[in-house]
């Protein structure tokens, strides 16, 4: 079926860990879109990518484009506080509507 | 410019009750859509729209209506509320379907 597989479904980590996260499908994709939505508030976005490979940076977050286009990867480097929250991938399976992921959740230990 | 708003942020409903959750976007967006977040579940689409006047179903529309009668807004409607629709809700708005979405704050809504 048209779902987005996210791995780890929890974390636990230390501030300062890095983390990592992984997204993927049996479907083929153009685009890849990683998603944060912090306690209480809606999604927002934080990547987009659109080539296969690509390797694209925002600050301490970097999302790859897997080479299969079924996959992107998304990591976090020397995590903060303010890094809480649940990370979605999303994609669309060819039509006018963009599936979630069911979300990784971060939770980082002081 | 406010982005997305919804109202209320925050409902109580009895079981039979009807109401309208408001969303609207001041970003002259073609698309705009709703989804309800359950624990566990992510974020699954219930309606969507590509422009004033046309409306489509999503993943989980039943025991939900929508209109657009202008770009600008997007109401969903409960016609008898039901336990299960106890969730928080999301409108978004995108210039397009399947393209990056921009998120309202939400509106979190228990019906008993």
């Known amino acids: 079926g048209q779902q987005l597989n996210q791995s780890p479904q929890s974390m636990f980590i230390q501030e300062g860990e890095d983390v990592s996260m992984n997204c993927t499908s049996s479907?083929?994709?153009?685009?890849w879109l990683w998603y944060k939505q912090e306690p209480g508030e809606g999604p927002v976005l934080l990547i987009a990518?659109?080539?296969?490979?690509e390797l694209t940076s925002n600050g301490r977050l970097t999302a790859q484009f897997g080479i299969t286009r079924k996959d992107s990867f998304l990591n976090i480097s020397a995590s903060i506080p303010s890094d809480v929250g649940i990370y979605f991938c999303?994609?669309?399976?060819?039509?006018?509507?963009?599936?979630f992921g069911t979300g990784t959740r971060l939770t980082i230990i002081p | 410019n406010a982005g997305v708003t919804q109202t209320p942020k925050f409902q109580v409903l009895k079981t039979g009750q009807s109401m309208t959750l408001q969303c609207a976007q001041d970003?002259?967006?073609?698309?705009m859509s709703w989804y309800r977040q359950d624990p566990g579940m992510g974020l699954r689409l219930i309606h969507y729209?590509?422009?004033?006047?046309?409306?489509d179903q999503g993943e989980v529309p039943n025991g939900y209506n929508v209109s657009r009668s202008t770009t600008e807004d997007f109401p969903l409607r409960l016609l008898s509320a039901a336990p299960s629709q106890t969730s928080v809700y999301f409108c978004?708005?995108?210039?397009?379907?399947?393209?990056?979405?921009?998120f309202g704050p939400g509106t979190r809504l228990l019906v008993l």
């Open positions: 978004a708005s995108g210039i397009q379907g399947g393209e990056t979405q921009y």
């Open positions: 479907s083929i994709f153009n685009t």
């Open positions: 990518l659109y080539k296969a490979g």
């Open positions: 999303a994609n669309n399976f060819g039509n006018e509507k963009l599936t």
């Open positions: 970003m002259n967006h073609e698309y």
């Open positions: 729209s590509v422009g004033a006047g046309i409306t």
